[in-house]
């Protein structure tokens, strides 16, 4: 589909309308008028990224620990093609979402992205992501204050930190 | 795979040990043979990347004063630039065996 | 002390290199047929490969591969050559300091016209790839020439390969004795095996495409050259023909010859050929 | 010099879909250069988007984000011609803005 004749535009076209079915989906969630959220706090989370394990990024972060749900759909490739470029993305059926984050484990730092969402905002983010080696990928989801998180493993051949 | 036998007892045969410690004569006799074929492999626009980086391991070892190691290394430029130039010959026929008709 | 080794490696090589040439000499010197090599060629990969469809081989080794497949088709939403091709086209643009610009080198005006690249030149008597025509229209502009490994060269293929995407290859012979000299010899320097990994171009790219060398899936050949230039993840960057020939070459311990070497023309020009009719999907990403 | 931010916001419905290709190396400062020294870390640490003076959505990345990085989120409450502002800053303090209208 890539192979499409015609100019930028249309190629771009035909793959957008895909995107944006897929994620319209998520639009009809009843979205009552939330309170203002307890957003992870606004600065830029410098503790957090310092830390090289998982549990403890977590915990400067949102300074609680999280559940498995599967509420959080984490999509992330089997094997990646190349460890500094993979594709990665959450979408979530949770409510009042205020934060999602990602952890790769075995990154030297654990954190790897953190996002945060005002109301409106639908609860879901794709975004590529480099992983020095196979390794347990975590997303956390901040939906009312509370954590919810998702892990899929993903196979690195390649490190992604080039070097 | 009868070809690559051929190679591989050309490689071996470039590491046989060292009888006695060698002098400079013996390396630069070496180096000139190794940098000889060398320059044949080269000229066939054959050359392999480990030829060079051993001949160049060759003269840094001379240049540090190891004539055994650089000997060594000479003689291990020269079979891998022998079998280079194998492999450009009968490669001149050979791929044809290979080619989808 | 080394001379009784060297003596039994020198007879060894001289006895063999004899026996390979006495070996008799069978195959007369049959005619070049590009017409019957390419479709021998295609319907080699198309029955290798039945449930590939025929235009998804230039999509290298995304048509082999699913989970790569689907990562690759995330990334070709806003493919990271992006900034490469919008500079490619920028600079395409941009007039030299004689106030022309690289559309007064191409038929039409440079658009649209990659599909018809390598050609045989009849006055040169040699092919010309679009990296070497791009680099003469400079030097014929008072330009200084760009490198053909880097990026700048790389992103105006880029640009041109995209204004042809979708058309399918259109590589022509013409009847000319050395026209098909360069093509056998094209097909020659693909067959051939180099490097101390006694790897030729066939080795990975024929009779191992699918399949993992390292940690890298092969791209089948039918069509590789059809996404050139190509984004490399693990160059994190555009990369040209050039580049990938002399880094297959270095990756089998061949020492590269210069880019735009007669070898590298015809092999193009060979591998262009065999792959008319697929379309142009380059720039490519891979990874 | 072109913005080193591509964005694409397409308004369907009440709902507009974001995606930005923003041009950064996003060097993690564990790599070395071919000389053997250290590329210094040079990453982008906070990425904002504003729609109608509000942020609808704010990024903070660590020196794991790909180089060349890509976000794709979707918002509601904006309407096509609406403006978007992106806008990024890194560890080094450099930092580009740039405006896209919803289409």
Known sequence: MTT????????????????????????????????????????????????????????????????????????????????????????????????????????????????????GTIPGVANRLKMAKTTKLVAIVEADGKLYSATKEVKVTVGGCGG | MKRSLPLAMLLALGLASAARAANEADYKAAYATAEAASKEAAGLRNQWTVTVSTLAAAKKAADGGDFDRATAAAREAEALAKASIFQAASEKEAWKAMEIR | MKTRSALLLGSLSAALVAFALTSPRVVAADKV??????????????????????????????????????????????????????AGKEMFATPFKNGKTYADCFPNGGVGIRQNYPYFDEKEGKVVTLELALNRCREANGEAPYSYVKDEMASLTAYMAFTSRGKPMDIKIPDDPRALAAFENGKRYFY????????????????????????????????????????????????TTSRRFVTCNSQTRAVPLEPQADEYRDVEYFLSYVANGLPISGPGARP | MASSIRVRATSNGDITEVQALIQHPMDTGLVKDSKGELIPAHFIQELKFECNGKDVFVADWGTAVSKDPYVKFSFKGAKKGDDLKISWTDNKGASDTTTAKIS
């Open chain 3, 192 to 239: 051939t095996r180099r490097g101390q990994m006694n790897f030729s171009c066939a080795s990975c790219h024929v009779q191992s495409p699918g399949e993992r060398i390292r940690a890298e899936v092969l791209a089948p050949a039918l069509g590789i050259l059809n996404a050139m230039p190509i984004y490399r993840s693990e160059w994190s960057g555009m990369g």
């Open chain 3, 33 to 86: 047929d590009p017409v019957a090599d390419a479709k021998a060629f295609q319907n080699f990969f198309f029955q290798k490969f039945p449930d590939v469809k025929h235009e998804d081989f230039v999509n290298g080794p995304y048509s082999m591969n699913a989970d790569m497949k689907r990562q690759w088709q995330e990334k070709e939403e806003f493919p990271p050559y992006e900034f490469a091709l919008d």
């Open chain 1, 4 to 119: 499409t004749t015609g100019a930028l535009a249309t190629r771009r076209l035909i793959l957008q309308g895909a995107a944006s079915v897929a994620l319209l989906g998520l639009g009809n969630l009843p979205f009552a008028a939330a309170p203002a959220r307890a957003a992870a706090n606004d600065k830029y989370p410098e503790e957090a990224f310092k830390q090289k394990h998982e549990a403890d990024a977590i915990k400067a972060l949102y300074g609680k620990t999280a559940e498995p749900s599967d509420k959080v759909k984490l999509d992330a490739p089997e094997i990646a093609e190349n460890g500094g470029v993979v594709p990665v993305s959450v979408t979530t059926t949770l409510d009042k979402v205020s934060s999602i984050s990602f952890f790769v484990t075995e990154n030297p730092y654990a954190l790897a992205a953190s996002y945060k969402f005002a109301d």
